[in-house]
């Protein structure tokens, strides 16, 4: 019942009453049904010593209670109270020994939490409160216990049985067999996996910085065995990347990863035997585009990244969780700005927080990294814990330095290992291992709203100074109308009319170390000596603050910029800047009538983008890509989809009309490439194919029947996904309607048997610019190969026509939302931690105009009515209706 959806607080967190030393599970799996077998070593906790023994109460869920034994002694119904959130008795000794043996239906669980099947496997998923799914437990995370698990199953079906840390023993008995593993390294529940089904490996290994020879693992369904080199890979690369740049070394003596179909999120880290979406493993040339094996590489990493921060120093509780996700996202972004381009990825990485992230600090689910209460905690493995929270770790790597972060990292895991511990833990041991005062920067943990700096210049030429001021301005968040000054670090330049930068000299107030000075009042004026011309300032560089910078830059400012600046983040940004005043000014015509037009400045700038081949070509595609609708839309007062839509589309056809010579000699040359050299997932190459497929996406505007026959030819003759995809979508996208139908026909037909490639297809298509869309999303709904029951096909169908589809999903008429609403629905019970996230377009209607808003939150409201929503669906719909 929603109605009893209780809200949780940080401020009442309690240390637990009992600790569980030692774990012993046996899993009997069935077709049917699963008998799991608890021997629990509990003891009550030193540290919360009282006269009475308090209750057990040990968080349990769905599950079939058949017997509860203690110290041997079987427990008689009466003696213990079991609710459907609970099993409760009361201990008469300080330690014991609790056996309890529960029956389970991983076969019927479509939630994909706790253990549930996936095709023919069974698999798990414990974080953050699956475990309690599985038996009676202490299901939270400063409860640390020792793992033993025997798994027993049909040896036919499930030839491969796994669990976390090494297997010691295992047998047969007629046609069934078991297995023991036992992971010497205390973990608290939500780190516990275990795999069993007819699975093959692909094996390799990684000699530790000690010498130490580490057994690697990927375990895929037989079909995909010839996907996995690249997370093979990306693997070896992680582990030694970590202890170059962290000293951290793996501990166990093995290392697994098995990929499953069905999975809610990306992947998850469980001590050493990782469970992942096959959408973050699986990549080959042929049918995973760069950008795929781009997230591989880094989704591979993070969880690797995981065993240190996440598994040996964990979370004390949920609210913490930004602890181990804030880091660890902070390590893999840099771990890919290592092997690949670091100025892309940076800007990849800008791109979201600003589309994702500012949106959701600017709407009803805001939350600071570390939020103080929540309803679901399902809820809360959001952008703004995971990429907001990455940044503000970025930050202190600004503050510290190279080295004293280093410094303050190795004192935190030399401090907490084998504890389960808090952010403030994590910021005192940086803190200390630097002398350093962190108490004001702090407030990025508990604030939250994405600041606003706006920087006001003069210059003075008698005095040769230069003064810059900073305001800063947090809008009201949920339960947070006031906000306490930031600290905020801003890396800067001052360049001279030769685009150098000029030496910072700064004079009075402040703080400058290298190039950043820090910001941490509200208002504050920073004045630059020896500044012998008015300078264009280059400020945030490197994005060094998850703020809204705003400065009154004119457009010349701006192609200087794009030009000079030695900041490749900011050449991009003013690149950005520049095309967003271009089509907000478009958006004002087309709301009133006015022909449109395109802006010359972009127009030059682009052109002599195209003609600069000193550039990395990297950049010149990420310079060439106009702001996505999603972020124009972000950083509207009031969003007119129709007219962002039609402002930026009317953009890129002028600028495809113009520039058409030197696009298609661009895609030509690049193209030309491509047919000689054999696919690499290399930085250089992935360039190269940007580069050419941007210039095809502008092309394709030119509705040149010859474009079309280059188009048609990357569809068929490449020997890539990236090239054949990015065809596929142009040809979506386009007029030529019997073209379109034949390539999605062929397409299907060439990839039927690769459910990853078909989620493209699904995407693709949901995408599609066609007035249609939404009845083809229906359509594709009754499809041979869809079905709501798999986390994939529900993002990459229902999930990106609402999220991506601005003008089909946001349809005046609101059939997008009723849409929406009935999957949501749909969901609700089925899966709801993916109906929860579905909603995430809808939470947003106080972006659009009124009529828009009304039926938005109508089908919020109709959500809100449904009998039995989860919490999981509550709290997003009502904190999304107050
Ligand atoms: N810890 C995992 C990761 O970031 C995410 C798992 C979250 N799962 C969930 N059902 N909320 O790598
Ligand atoms: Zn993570």
């Known amino acids: 019942m929603s109605n009893s959806v209780k809200t949780i607080y940080l401020k009442d967190y309690q240390a637990p009453d009992y600790l569980i030393d030692e774990t012993h599970l046996k899993f009997e799996l069935f077709e049917n049904f699963t008998m799991v077998h608890a021997e629990l070593h509990i003891r009550r906790n030193p540290d919360k010593q009282s006269d009475e023994l308090p209750e057990l109460v040990l968080d349990g869920q769905e599950l079939e209670l058949l017997t509860v034994v203690m110290d041997n002694v079987v427990i008689n119904s009466n003696s213990y109270t079991v609710d459907d959130k609970s099993l409760t008795l009361q201990p008469n000794k300080n330690s014991f020994i609790l056996k ?13 939490e706790g253990l549930y099947k996936s095709n023919t496997m069974f698999c798990t998923q ?7 799914k599985i038996t009676y437990y202490l299901d939270r995370p400063d409860v640390m216990s020792k793992f033993t698990t025997t798994i027993e199953a049909d040896q036919q079906s499930y030839p491969i049985l796994l669990s976390n840390g090494n297997q010691i023993a295992s047998g047969q008995e007629d046609d069934r067999h078991w297995a023991t593993w036992q992971d010497p390294f205390k973990k608290p529940a939500y780190l516990f996996a275990l795999v069993a089904g007819d699975l093959w490996c692909v094996e390799d290994s990684f000699t530790t910085m000690n010498q130490r020879k580490v057994d690697l693992r990927i375990y895929v369904e037989p079909e995909n065995i010839n996907k996995v080199n690249h997370a093979m890979t990306s693997l070896k690369n992680s582990m030694r990347w970590d202890e170059e740049v962290y000293g951290r070394e793996y501990d166990l003596d093995i290392f697994m990863i098995v990929a499953v179909s069905d999975f809610n999120m990306g992947a998850m880290e469980n001590k050493g035997l990782n469970i992942f979406n096959t959408s973050c493993v699986l990549a080959r040339p042929e ?11 880094g989704v591979v990493a993070h969880e690797y990244f995981h065993n240190w921060s996440g598994n040996r120093v964990t979370c004390r509780d949920w609210f913490q969780l930004s602890l181990k996700e804030g880091f660890t996202v902070f390590r893999d ?17 800008v791109a979201f927080l600003r589309t994702h992230q500012f949106a959701e600090d600017a709407g009803p689910m805001a939350h600071p990294i570390r939020p103080d209460a929540y309803m679901e905690i399902s809820n809360f493995y959001t952008v703004t814990i995971y990429e907001k929270g990455a940044e503000i770790i970025r930050m202190l790597h600004t503050l510290l330095g190279k080295e004293g972060f280093r410094k303050g990292t190795d004192l935190y895991f030399e401090r907490h290992d084998g504890q389960a511990v808090t952010c403030d833990d994590f910021v005192k041991a940086l803190a200390d291992a630097n002398a350093i005062d962190l108490t004001q920067f702090k407030r990025w943990y508990s604030q939250a709203g994405t600041p606003q700096l706006e920087v006001l210049e003069s210059y003075d030429s008698a005095t040769k100074q230069y003064h810059l001021t900073f305001k800063q301005f947090c809008p009201p968040t949920p339960n947070q109308e006031e906000k306490q000054p930031f600290v905020i670090p801003v890396k800067m330049g001052l360049l001279n009319k030769q685009g150098q930068d000029l030496p910072l000299q700064l004079v009075g107030e402040g703080t400058l170390v290298g190039d950043v000075i ?16 008015k300078p264009v300032p280059s400020l945030l560089r490197d994005f060094s603050a ?4 705003k400065f009154a830059y004119s457009k010349d400012d701006l192609l200087f910029l794009m030009q000079h600046d030695n900041d490749g983040f900011n050449r991009w940004d003013a690149s950005q800047r520049l095309a967003i005043e271009a089509i907000q000014q478009q958006v004002v015509n087309y709301q009133a009538g006015n022909p449109m037009v395109l802006d010359s400045g972009l127009e030059k700038a682009y052109a002599s983008l195209l003609a600069d081949s000193s550039l990395d070509q990297a950049m010149v595609a990420e310079m060439l890509s106009l702001p996505a609708e999603n972020y124009l839309v972000e950083i509207s007062e009031v969003a007119d989809p129709d007219a962002i839509h039609a402002a930026r589309q009317f953009i890129r056809q002028q600028l495809a009309n113009n520039l058409k010579g030197q696009f298609l000699t661009h895609y030509q040359a690049n193209r030309a490439v491509s047919q000689q050299e054999a696919y690499r997932a290399t930085a250089d190459h992935i360039a190269r194919r940007s580069l050419q497929n941007m210039a095809l996406s502008y092309l394709m505007l030119t509705d040149d029947p010859q474009v079309l026959t280059l188009c048609l030819d990357q569809f068929k003759h490449s020997d890539n996904m990236t090239e054949q995809l990015a065809a596929l979508t142009n040809l979506v996208n386009s007029p030529y309607e019997s073209e379109k139908q034949q390539a999605l026909v062929d397409f299907y037909e060439q990839f039927a048997n690769d459910p990853l490639v078909i989620d493209q297809w699904f995407a693709v298509q949901a995408n599609s610019q066609a007035g249609d869309s939404l009845a083809r999303v229906v359509e594709l709904m009754k499809h041979e190969a869809f079905t709501i029951k798999n986390p994939n096909k529900v993002r990459s169908l229902i999930g990106a026509f609402a999220n991506n589809n601005l003008t089909g999903f946001h349809q005046k008429t ?14 609700n019970t089925m899966n709801p931690q993916i109906a929860s996230r579905l909603l995430t377009p809808l939470t947003r209607w106080r972006k659009y105009d009124e009529e828009r808003q009304q039926l938005m939150k109508a089908e919020l409201e109709r959500i809100m009515a449904a009998d039995k929503l989860s919490s999981d669906v509550y709290e997003v719909v009502n904190k999304s209706l107050v």
Not at 100 to 112: M, S
Request: proline share 2%; hydrophobic share 40%.
């Open 100 to 112: 309890t043996t529960v029956r389970i239906h991983p076969e019927t669980n479509t939630a994909l």
């Open 333 to 349: 972004s840099e771990f890919t700005a290592d092997m690949n381009s670091r100025t892309v990825k940076r800007i990849e990485d």
């Open 814 to 827: 609101g059939a997008g939302y009723q849409f929406l609403a009935d999957q949501v629905l749909a969901l």
């Open 126 to 132: 414990c974080e953050a409160e699956g475990f309690r």
């Open 518 to 533: 820090l910001i941490t009042e509200a208002e504050q004026t920073f004045t630059f000596a020896n500044v012998g011309e």
């Open 546 to 549: 998850p703020v809204k910078l």
């Open 287 to 297: 049918t995973a585009t760069d950008m795929a094996h781009q997230r591989v590489e």
